[in-house]
């Protein structure tokens, strides 16, 4: 009898063992209780490459696998939101009246894209343009210049580059692949067993520098996060720590050079070195070794919500600045969202700074509509002025397999690369003349002639195509510089020359302006006398002195060959 009811005490015991321990394996495994901060921070830090409740996500994979691989349909518009002190309210309205649209084709499987363009001043102020790549080459059409397109064939691109002048083009590609796919995935996807191993890898890392160190714990609106702080040399070591280990794995190390090898074998190509993801990653380590390490604050914060990874902050503060940096991801009701977002603030002089890029995607689901959108922008306070630059870029891709691109005509276009430097040059300066006078009529009907054009203002980087020509120039060395590249430089301002009504003599000033910015060759940079003086370092124009209704002709003067000084008298 006795032995019965022991036997029945010990299963009873054993049965509440095994529910205890069952309740406590699922408190341990399926909720957060039970874990301390720092386990609970690992774990949602792990989450970083989950391909379900981590950043890289699964329907984001696919739909770039199949945009960059097939063919769609596109249509899309860019605007600006822009707020700059010294900027008048009119001036405002004209620059965010500004937007461009865009409607087209791609066809990856035939190399082929075309896309009608058109740059918006007003309701009724545009000019419109075409873009094309087909038979291997690029192409640009605006009935305002030609009804033909203008276009370079994408081979031989150092021959082309050496018409020019240009003696040295080991930095210069034969071709550019327009239709790279650098998101190539397929090349880096991981099994689950090689996720979970790396996984382990990294996080057993990062337990192992910070395992030892004491995690805060906060929550607020939903979102529940878990900190860290730690210094500039434990960053720095523990970055160190992950090059070397990434220099030798041999799960990533494979996948990451046949992800980039395309990239790779274009710099290898341009540069004529064997460039290789590791020795990449030995540069960087090489670098941070080299460097010295101020010292300042940081805090790493993870932040979950419905136990899924939603952000991750790296917070600085040095002296009397703090820099937040924030990644984030949300999906919800099939919205997928991105965010990147820094903000720098001064204690001392109390100005702030926000920078911030976000891109959210509609009907990743079905994978037949796909909608994008973009926002880029800087916000704050600088100097005590409020200023605001926005960007929004909105696009649709709708996925056609039945739509065809058709070939260039031999009458459609002229290939550049079957000319000489003399005549294209002479051809870009009649280009050049035709868009300047449409230019100046269109800031007429929408009276912004005496600003230049909306695009100034719009974008700080507008002189970016001369900055780049400065930097191809200037690789070259100056005292063999040859007749065609002095040419190439004169002709931005030999075009001006004789009589110009007042609003062109407006857009030649912003352009000279541009040039001296962001030329650093003091020879290559201008002056201006006249009616109107701007010395090379002047950093606005002196365009309000100048009348649009009058007449004035434009002199210029040589110094060695270039273009030095432009004087502008009244008629």
Same mark, same amino acid.
């Given at each position: 009898?006795? *032995? +019965? *009811?022991?036997?029945?005490? /010990?299963?009873? &015991?054993?049965? &509440?063992?095994?529910? /205890? %321990?069952?309740? #406590?394996? $699922? /408190? $341990? #495994?399926? *909720?957060? /209780?039970?874990? *301390? +901060? %720092?386990?609970? #921070? #690992?774990? $949602?830090?792990g989450q970083v490459v989950d391909v379900q409740d981590g950043f890289i996500d699964r329907q984001l994979i696919e739909y770039s696998n199949k945009k960059y691989t097939g063919k769609y349909e596109d249509n899309g518009n860019f605007s600006v939101d822009i707020d700059m002190s010294g900027m008048d309210s009119d001036m405002l309205q004209t620059v965010n009246d500004f937007n461009i649209t865009y409607s087209g084709k791609i066809d990856n499987t035939a190399r082929k894209n075309e896309q009608d363009i058109s740059i918006n001043y007003s309701s009724d102020v545009n000019f419109p343009l075409k873009y094309k790549y087909a038979n291997e080459t690029l192409g640009l059409q605006t009935d305002y210049v030609s009804s033909k397109y203008i276009g370079i064939e994408n081979n031989n691109l150092k021959e082309f580059v050496e018409k020019f002048g240009v003696t040295d083009t080991t930095d210069f590609p034969d071709t550019i692949d327009f239709f790279s796919n650098f998101t190539n995935q397929g090349t880096m996807s991981l099994t689950d067993e090689e996720r979970e191993q790396v996984i382990d890898t990294y996080t057993g890392i990062l337990q192992e520098k910070l395992g030892e160190k004491e995690f805060t714990k906060t929550e607020e609106n939903g979102v529940t996060s878990y900190s860290v702080q730690i210094t500039n040399q434990e960053i720095k070591d523990l970055m160190l720590t992950f090059l070397e280990t990434l220099k030798n794995d041999q799960i990533m190390m494979p996948k990451m050079e046949e992800m980039f090898k395309e990239v790779l074998d274009n710099m290898n190509q341009a540069s004529n070195e064997d460039v290789t993801v590791e020795s990449i990653i030995q540069q960087m380590i090489d670098d941070m070794n080299s460097s010295e390490v101020e010292d300042g604050t940081n805090t790493i914060t993870v932040s979950q919500t419905d136990k899924k990874l939603s952000a991750i902050t790296l917070t600085t503060t040095e002296t009397t600045t703090t820099t937040e940096l924030k990644i984030n991801k949300t999906n919800a009701q099939g919205n997928l969202t991105y965010g990147m977002e820094m903000n720098v603030t001064d204690s001392e002089t109390q100005e702030n700074m926000r920078y911030f890029l976000t891109a959210s995607y509609q009907g990743l689901e079905q994978l037949s509509s796909v909608n994008e959108t973009y926002q880029y922008g800087i916000t704050g306070t600088m100097d005590g002025e409020e200023q605001r630059m926005i960007y929004n870029l909105n696009c649709t891709d709708t996925f056609n397999d039945g739509i065809t691109i058709e070939d260039y005509t031999e009458d459609e276009i002229q290939v550049l690369n079957d000319y000489n430097a003399e005549e294209i040059l002479t051809l870009a300066m009649t280009i050049a003349e035709r868009i300047n006078e449409v230019n100046a009529m269109q800031m007429e009907q929408i009276d912004f002639s005496e600003y230049g054009n909306p695009l100034l203002f719009a974008f700080p980087l507008t002189s970016m195509p001369i900055l780049i020509y400065n930097q191809a120039s200037n690789a070259v060395d100056e005292s063999s510089m040859s007749e065609v590249e002095m040419s190439t430089f004169n002709s931005r301002f030999t075009q001006y020359e004789g009589q110009q009504r007042g609003a062109t003599i407006k857009s030649l000033l912003q352009m000279i302006l541009s040039n001296n910015m962001s030329e650093t060759d003091e020879n290559r940079k201008v002056e201006v006398s006249g009616v109107v003086t701007m010395t090379k370092d002047d950093t606005e124009a002196p365009i309000e002195e100048i009348n649009t209704s009058s007449t004035y002709n434009v002199e210029i003067q040589y110094n060695e060959g270039l273009v030095s000084e432009i004087v502008i008298t009244e008629q």
């Open positions: 009898m006795k *032995t +019965n *009811t022991i036997k029945k005490i /010990l299963i009873i &015991v054993l049965i &509440v063992i095994l529910l /205890l %321990g069952g309740i #406590f394996a $699922y /408190l $341990y #495994f399926g *909720t957060d /209780l039970l874990k *301390t +901060n %720092g386990q609970l #921070f #690992f774990k $949602y830090l």
